[in-house]
């Protein structure tokens, strides 16, 4: 079985700051990873997926994540952020043989002038 | 314009009604997913169809059902026997169910209220 844990529930945080949301995954498998953003009462867009190849993956809105095999995380980060990154993010697993999406619990961003 | 349409955006029902969520999808895609979004809990799969007239359980499909008659129609039931109905609902589509590397596309959600 797969399983994502989202360190963090709630992340405040200033306009033009750097943040990290942290995301650690377990799996006897090796596996792909996602990272989404939903916005209040909307549905849930794809900020960046890492299948294969380069560890530092670039997604859209200038987010960046890098998997870790051997700490199994795949942390995102932004250099700076702004007011309009306030949402909620999520990270999700799946395993690299057929198999479902296993999300995390989600973490909640807020950009504070 | 391509995408995923869920109706409606938000659902009022009495408890021991069944209520049917609507999920259609223009994208061409071949399989389609139903979520359940809870405060602090993530996303739970409920249920997903990687072809038509094909369907599969997902991890807390008790009190639900679908069907998958039409390939951009992925309709859920939540029947009385749910015992906690209340939640958002997200349908999402992917080019094809069997490749783990494809995006899910997510709709805007249908946010369902049962008094």
């Known amino acids: 079985a797969q399983s994502v844990t989202q360190l963090d529930s709630q992340v405040p945080v200033f306009e033009e700051a750097p943040v990290e949301l942290r995301c650690n995954y377990s799996?006897?498998?090796?596996?792909?990873l996602f990272w989404y953003v939903q916005y209040p009462n909307q549905g849930l867009q794809l900020l960046l997926k890492?299948?294969?190849?380069?560890?530092l993956v670039k997604g859209i809105n200038g987010f960046e994540a890098e998997f870790n095999k051997s700490q199994t995380s795949f942390h995102l980060r932004k250099p700076s952020v702004h007011i309009s990154d306030t949402a909620e993010y999520f990270c999700?697993?799946?395993?690299?043989?057929?198999?479902?999406?296993?999300f995390g619990q989600g973490t909640i961003l807020t950009v504070h002038p | 314009d391509g995408g995923i349409t869920q109706s409606p955006k938000y659902l009022f029902r009495k408890e021991g009604q069944n209520v049917t969520l609507s999920c259609e999808q223009n994208?061409?895609?071949?399989?389609m997913y139903w979520y359940r979004q809870d405060p602090g809990q993530g996303l739970r799969l409920i249920y997903y169809?990687?072809?038509?007239?094909?369907?599969q359980k997902g991890d807390i499909a008790e009190g639900y059902s679908v069907s998958r008659e039409k390939k951009e129609s992925f309709p859920l039931t939540v029947t009385s026997a749910q015992k906690n109905p209340t939640a958002f609902y997200l349908c999402?589509?992917?080019?094809?169910?069997?490749?783990?590397?494809?995006?899910?596309?997510f709709g805007p959600g249908t946010r369902l209220t049962v008094l």
């Open positions: 999402a589509s992917s080019v094809a169910g069997t490749a783990n590397t494809d995006t899910q596309y």
């Open positions: 799996s006897s498998v090796s596996v792909y």
């Open positions: 890492y299948l294969s190849g380069s560890t």
């Open positions: 999700a697993v799946t395993r690299t043989s057929y198999g479902k999406l296993t």
């Open positions: 994208l061409n895609h071949d399989a």
């Open positions: 169809s990687q072809i038509v007239n094909d369907f």
